[in-house]
């Protein structure tokens, strides 16, 4: 089976950077997406690695360590409009798991 | 292009009644899946088609409930009876045929309330 553990909640300053730490356990590692799901809306697609290593797109930064079983998301210059939950989903062969979600509250 | 589409966007129905709900998968794409989010708890997988077989039905809770994607276009969840505890929010997504490197479309979910 996968165990994939995030933090609950988070809260951060508007303008400031917050890292939301992923970590997990699978057999048959095939990538690691992050969503992000507003409150009554669908989650969408924000980042997806497969190899080690940082992919930034814009504010959204996302890192991967396969050996450690380790991801975060950053995001930087922190919006209110990003007050939301986050979602580590891992891809183990081609069945993809989601972890708790951490809601991060972005505060003034 | 059109994203993934569910219908009924909500559902009340009564304990013991049956509920159908549909997933229209992006065109062109080979992979569909059901997830659910019970309230307060993390998305969980239900199963997983690839075009008109099922890959994978680990997540189904119980015999309860059924899924379809007959021709391997649009598919369908049934749950009959409903149970109290299938109350929650019901999402499909799909993605396309390679195995690496693809994202995964969620539809705008279909609500279900078990009364």
């Known amino acids: 089976g996968q165990n994939i553990d995030q933090p609950t909640e988070m809260t951060a300053t508007e303008g400031a950077i917050v890292q939301i730490n992923c970590t997990y356990q699978?057999?048959?590692?095939?990538?690691l997406f992050w969503y992000q799901q507003h409150a009554g809306e669908a989650p969408t697609f924000l980042s997806y690695?497969?190899?080690?290593g940082l992919e930034e797109k814009g504010r959204f930064s996302s890192f991967l360590s396969r050996s450690k079983g380790y991801s975060y998301l950053l995001l930087k210059e922190l919006q209110m409009k990003d007050s939301a939950s986050y979602l580590c989903?891992?891809?183990?062969?081609?069945?993809?798991?989601f972890g708790t979600g951490t809601k991060l509250q972005v505060i003034p | 292009e059109a994203g993934v589409t569910q219908f009924p966007s909500h559902s009340v129905i009564e304990k013991g009644q049956t509920v159908t709900l549909r997933c229209d998968p992006i065109?062109?794409?080979?992979?569909l899946y059901w997830y659910r989010r019970v309230m307060g708890k993390e998305i969980k997988f239900l199963l997983h088609f690839v075009k008109e077989s099922k890959q994978d039905e680990s997540g189904m809770p119980n015999n309860r409930f059924l899924a379809e994607r007959t021709g391997g276009t649009y598919s369908t969840l049934k749950v009959q009876p409903a149970e109290l505890e299938d109350s929650g929010v019901y999402f499909c997504?799909?993605?396309?045929?390679?195995?690496?490197?693809?994202?995964?479309?969620f539809g705008e979910g279909s609500w279900l309330t078990v009364v």
């Open positions: 699978t057999s048959g590692f095939n990538g």
């Open positions: 989903a891992v891809r183990s062969y081609q069945k993809v798991t």
């Open positions: 065109s062109g794409h080979d992979n």
């Open positions: 997504a799909s993605s396309q045929a390679q195995l690496s490197g693809n994202t995964i479309y």
């Open positions: 690695n497969v190899l080690d």
